[in-house]
Nanobody, 119 residues
Framework: QVQLVESGGGLVQPGGSLRLSCLSS????????MGWYRRAPGKERELVAR???????NYADSVKGRFTISKDNAKNTVYLQMNSLKPDDTAVYYC?????????????WGPGTQVTVSS
């Protein structure tokens, strides 16, 4: 069973930075892609950033230029560097891993980590 555990969340002032980490119990190159999603209060879950096995990335328009997703295959870890944080970034952030089709569940999820941006 795949387990994903997020860390690095917390309280930060507007304009500050945080780096989130997601540790996978499986080799991250077992997955076709990994990503970060978030759910803000009263809003639907949205994709924040995604990275493929080959390293291709994509981002939500709201975070382009501020957030960077990266990975360390040797550490089975994916990161989300968040700069210039805004109050609207406040949300629970979830790590996601997508296995190849037919190899199990469509998605694996971590339990989430809270990010709060407030003065």
């Amino acid at each position: 069973q795949v387990q994903l555990v997020e860390s690095g969340g917390g309280l930060v002032q507007p304009g500050g930075s945080l780096r989130l980490s997601c540790l996978s119990s499986e080799s991250i190159f077992s997955f076709t892609a990994m990503g970060w999603y978030r759910r803000a209060p009263g809003k639907e879950r949205e994709l924040v950033a995604r990275i493929t096995t080959a390293g291709a990335t994509n981002y939500a328009d709201s975070v382009k230029g501020r957030f960077t997703i990266s990975k360390d295959n040797a550490k089975n870890t994916v990161y989300l560097q968040m700069n210039s944080l805004k109050p609207d970034d406040t949300a629970v952030y979830y790590c996601n891993a997508k296995p190849p089709l037919g190899w199990g569940p469509l998605d694996y999820w971590g339990p989430g980590t809270q990010v709060t941006v407030s003065s």
